[in-house]
């Protein structure tokens, strides 16, 4: 069994923390769900071209075996085969916008959910609902959640993963803007999860949840 744990789509930038290689196409994505003259139709398009882009990257951060196959020439084919036994965590609202993506790469993945939400003066993240599949502490689990500004929602839906008997080095969080300071808050916190991100910046577009799903 083994990972790819660098290649060339993203970088390492420190332990467990992988941003995917800046492009001219994710330079635009970017750019255009930043732009607040941003039609909705196009951010929605955009926002899903870019999550593509990271459940595919966060796929790649799997553990495979060696499988051989036969072609139809009768070749003996030397390829891969991904392992069983991964699910996705959307964290309510905005993560629900990447469960499309996951499931346009892996078909019936199971999918659990976690709503969270900030008290507005204190800042204090409280779990309302959680439910994973049932096996979820034996499960790599790809957590997503697309922007961490904070951090603290994220950092709580590790803690009820981990309540649920998940071992932090077997989630992989997938966001598409991280803020510096949630980068440290999160690792500081759940140093053995693994994060993939488009990119740390310390201006991330908060309004996705809102502008994604057309809701205050
Ligand atoms: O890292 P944190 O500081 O916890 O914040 C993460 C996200 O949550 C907030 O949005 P909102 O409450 O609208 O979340 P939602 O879109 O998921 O509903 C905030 O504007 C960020 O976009």
Known sequence: MATITSNQACQDIGANVRVLKSTGQLRELQTVLRDVETSRSDFVFC?????RLVVEEGLNQLPYSPM????????SY????FEKGNCGVSIMRSGEAMEQGLRDCCRSIRIGKILIQSEADTRQAKVY?????????????????????SGNTAIQAVQVL???????S?????????????????????????ILTSEI????????GQKYFGTD
Do not use: C, Q, W
């Open 47 to 51: 926002a899903d071209r870019l999550i």
């Open 68 to 75: 051989s196959v036969t072609t139809p020439t009768g070749y």
């Open 78 to 81: 030397d390829g891969i085969t």
């Open 129 to 149: 609902y959680a439910k994973f599949p049932p096996d979820v502490d034996s499960r790599k689990v790809l957590l997503m959640y697309p922007i961490l500004s």
């Open 162 to 168: 981990k309540e649920h008997g998940v071992k932090e």
């Open 170 to 194: 077997n989630i992989l969080l997938l966001s598409l803007f991280v803020t510096p300071h949630a980068l440290k808050s999160v690792t500081d916190e759940h140093p053995d999860m693994t």
């Open 201 to 208: 910046h310390p201006h991330v577009p908060v309004h996705f």
